[in-house]
């Protein structure tokens, strides 16, 4: 303990708790029917609500769950013992519409009395607060007790942790800690009249409760295992009380924290946190492009401003949630509640769609602090910037370069030089591409329509930038990579000899496999197969890349790459229709991609590894963001978002999509036990909105769209540039052409157009962070390139040639840029 005992009066009662350690540490449902904190900066901590109960709360970054879970306990002592969870039935609301504070009305089954539980958070204090007030039958209601039953899984873990009954300013106290600098108290204000510290599933206040239907154990402490702490409150002399459940850096810390807070009545308490809420009201504007007034818009803003952190401002989670954290245990460290660089800027573009300019600027400059030296980010990542997984997305690297360019050109970006940053990612998405190591599912590696979509429109926006910044020959060299992806994206990304839907051979797939000699091949899978993750132990793996469909191209049309009403788009969303839709009651929806083993298993049990893809609401946003560019009526998707979304406004990753199991609690249409709420999903919706309230896509790029999807025939540019790396060199060129050789050092190219008779030598360009360029015209006629390159000292490396010779054919026939030895999959 990071206090002497003797600063405290400790509360020997019965002695210490026997059955140490506990059972194992789980976490709890991440079906979460609400996220919430004070609006105010001060108040470093975030709630959960689930099944009418308290989950995990955040502190002191929002990363980081300090509790698994409360709920009450109630007993008449002689007759009947009652869990929240699972003996009442109840009802959800919000106490304002503008504000996250929550109300809770419960009814134990026989409806004998009534629970009205109110949850909070102190609007300046790491505190949250649980009102209660119980009514019904008088005979009955004078007989109950309450029990408090909280279970710490502090530094987010539910090992290791302790507790102890104390009195503090003549309250019984109960306080629970881990090391030295992690510490919980929970106190009401009318006090506890007796209390108790357990270890979970041996001597916990619920193993008392349920066994003896009263409370016969009062354990004065329970040292270093997974433990949960009781409190009794007297409701014939407390028909209202507030719980108080206080965190703080040290002992005294929380027990203050929680005095200072309990010392304030609670409806001053709740005043103040809605009127705090009420200065970020939502856009009413918005509202009149939802079909239920305006309700999950207002859930959606407020959801995604819960989602970001307070002490690293401007960093955003993904999730306040442990996907099946029911069957998660100490080892799961990251849950959803990491940043991810592509969830973060759907978020932060989604509060830009609520004219909230400040907030998305304080997402970039949080990332620009977060980029690494190379120009990229960390897969995922704490909010302080440590990484957690480290693959590669060339998405992730994309979307803050598109947000830079978005606040850009709102004259949203302040003071901040945002070229550098900008500069850096663009350099780092030319080392890369095309080929990402992990597209968007964050699984495979290869050509990935989504993410091209992505690194397309990034470098365009980022030469956009460079111009403005008078870098004419950067922006020039930018635009002209992102010309040559383009050149070839449907040539990468789609088979011509489909076998998914009779009558459509040629549709986009969910990602072109690296073939050999290109960067991240995978030697260990068949030519043109992927090996898709989180499938079951007795099934396949392995599939060719032709039968593996998603909907990830719909960004191209999103972002202004390709129209609507392109014949491939038309023609790709048939296959993806006829793979990967499902109806239920409440609309369609479509799954991540066929053989996708992320999701509930198909008896229902919960995913551990692997499982069955389940169908996702966000992608029948992306559909209807499509459908709009397609000039069609989507209301009935914005109507299928509203239902999908949970009692408390809550959007699932994925819902149920086959027939109910009631038995598992699923049923069709509704949350299959993954993350809860995605905010993604969030920020999807609000999108939408402000798109169909436009009457445009608001994520259109006006400067990929101006310059791609034009009229047929109306481009105004031809691509005749091909690109050259060292780490993904191709065998042909067509005649007329430009070789263009490009590295991240400044090098010396020595070429020759004839067998070496004679030989020219030609000096890179250095264009800043993205390194340096070579040109070479091909000859109007067939023959053969040979060329070597050579690389001056510089302060990193002496100075060496490439010791071999690369030899490329000029040829009549169009552009072909796989390497050597590989072929379109046909």
Not at 305 to 320: C, M, V
Request: with cysteine.
């Amino acid at each position: 303990m990071n206090e002497k005992a003797s600063d405290y009066r400790w509360l020997d009662d019965d002695g210490a708790a026997f059955g140490s350690p506990g059972v194992e540490p789980r976490w709890t449902s991440s079906k979460k029917d609400a996220v919430s904190t004070a609006y105010s900066a001060s108040s470093r901590v975030w709630f959960t609500v689930s099944h009418g109960t308290l989950n995990e709360v955040y502190y002191p970054t929002i990363d980081r769950p300090q509790m698994r879970d409360m709920e009450l306990l109630f007993t008449d002592e002689e007759t009947f013992f009652h869990e929240e969870k699972r003996d009442f039935e109840y009802d959800f609301h919000y106490v304002d519409p503008g504000a996250p504070a929550v109300r809770v009305v419960a009814s134990d089954l026989d409806g004998r009395y009534t629970v009205t539980k109110e949850f909070i958070a102190d609007p300046h204090h790491p505190v949250v607060l649980m009102n209660v007030k119980i009514a019904g039958d008088e005979a009955v209601v004078s007989r109950l007790k309450c029990y408090v039953l909280l279970a710490p899984h502090l530094d987010g873990g539910g090992a290791g942790n302790s507790a102890r009954s104390l009195s503090v300013a003549g309250r019984r106290t109960l306080l629970a800690w881990k090391g030295e600098h992690n510490s919980l108290a929970v106190g009401a204000d009318c006090g506890f009249t007796r209390s108790s510290c357990g270890y979970v599933g041996t001597s916990d206040g619920y193993q008392d409760l349920s066994t003896h239907m009263k409370m016969q154990w009062q354990f004065g402490q329970a040292l270093n295992g997974n433990v949960a702490v009781t409190g009794e409150i007297d409701v014939a002399r407390n028909r209202e009380f507030t719980i108080a459940i206080a965190f703080g850096d040290g002992h005294h810390a929380a027990l203050s924290g929680m005095m200072q807070t309990l010392s304030t009545p609670y409806a001053e308490h709740a005043k103040r946190f809605i009127d705090q809420w009420h200065r970020a009201e939502s856009p009413a504007a918005l509202a009149k492009a939802s079909t239920d007034g305006g309700r999950l818009m207002r859930v959606s803003h407020n959801v995604i401003l819960t989602h970001e952190d307070k002490t690293y401002s401007g960093a955003f989670i993904a999730s306040a949630s442990i996907p099946w954290g029911a069957s998660k245990g100490d080892d799961d460290l990251g849950g959803y509640h990491l940043v991810w660089t592509r969830d973060m800027v759907q978020s932060a573009t989604a509060l830009l769609a609520c004219g909230r300019t400040e907030t998305a600027r304080r997402a970039l400059v949080y990332l620009a602090c977060t980029q690494r030296p190379d120009g990229g980010f960390a897969q995922n990542f704490w909010i302080d910037g440590s990484a957690y997984w480290t693959g590669i997305q060339l998405d992730e690297v994309a979307f803050p370069i598109i947000l830079a360019w978005r606040l850009w050109k709102v004259d949203g970006l302040g003071v901040f030089d945002v070229f550098p940053f900008v500069e850096k990612a663009a350099a780092f998405l030319v080392r890369y591409a095309p080929v990402t190591q992990q597209e968007r599912w964050e699984e495979n590696a290869g050509y990935s329509p989504s993410t091209l979509a992505a690194v397309i429109s990034g470098l365009v926006c980022a030469a956009d930038i460079a111009r403005a910044y008078q870098a004419s020959e950067l922006a020039g060299f930018l635009e002209t990579y992102a010309d040559w992806i383009e050149s070839h994206l449907d040539e990468w990304t789609t088979t011509e000899d489909g076998m998914l839907l009779d009558g459509v051979k040629r549709h986009y797939m969910r990602i072109r496999p690296p073939a050999e000699g290109e960067p991240f091949h995978n030697p260990g899978v068949k030519p043109g197969f992927i090996r898709l993750a989180n499938r079951g132990p007795e099934e396949e793996s392995e599939f060719d890349a032709r039968e593996v469909v998603d909907g990830g191209f719909l960004e191209l049309v999103r972002y202004g790459i390709r129209r609507a009403d392109d014949p491939l788009m038309v023609e790709s969303l048939k296959v993806v229709d006829a793979c990967l839709k499902y109806e239920t009651p409440y609309g369609p929806c479509w799954r991540r991609y066929n053989h996708d083993g992320y999701g509930q298993k198909k008896d229902g049990g919960p995913y551990d590894g692997f499982g069955q893809g389940r169908a996702w609401p966000l992608l029948g946003g992306e559909r209807a963001h499509y459908e709009l560019a397609a000039g069609h009526d989507v209301k009935p998707f914005i109507t299928a978002y509203e239902k999908f979304s949970s009692i408390g406004g809550m959007l699932p990753e994925q819902v149920w999509d086959h027939d109910d199991m009631p038995e598992e609690g699923l049923y069709l249409g509704r949350s299959a036990g993954s993350a809860q709420p995605l905010v993604w999903a969030h920020a999807e919706y609000v999108k939408l909105l402000r798109s169909v309230s436009d009457g445009k896509v608001f994520d259109t790029i006006s400067v990929v769209a101006e310059r791609y999807a034009v009229e047929p025939g109306t481009r105004t540019f031809q691509n005749t540039v091909e690109i050259f790396q060292t780490a993904r060199p191709f065998a042909t060129i067509p005649t007329g052409f430009t070789l263009r050789v490009v590295d991240r050092a400044r090098f010396r190219m020595s070429y020759t157009l004839d067998g070496w008779a004679t030989t020219t030598t030609v000096d890179s360009r250095v264009v800043g962070y993205p390194g340096s360029f070579a040109d070479v015209v091909m000859p109007g006629e067939p023959g053969e390139l040979e060329f070597t390159l050579f690389w001056p000292t510089t302060a990193d490396a002496p100075e060496h040639w490439l010791g071999h010779n690369y030899k490329v054919a000029v040829t009549s026939q169009g552009p072909e840029t796989m390497p050597a030895g590989a072929k379109p999959q046909s």
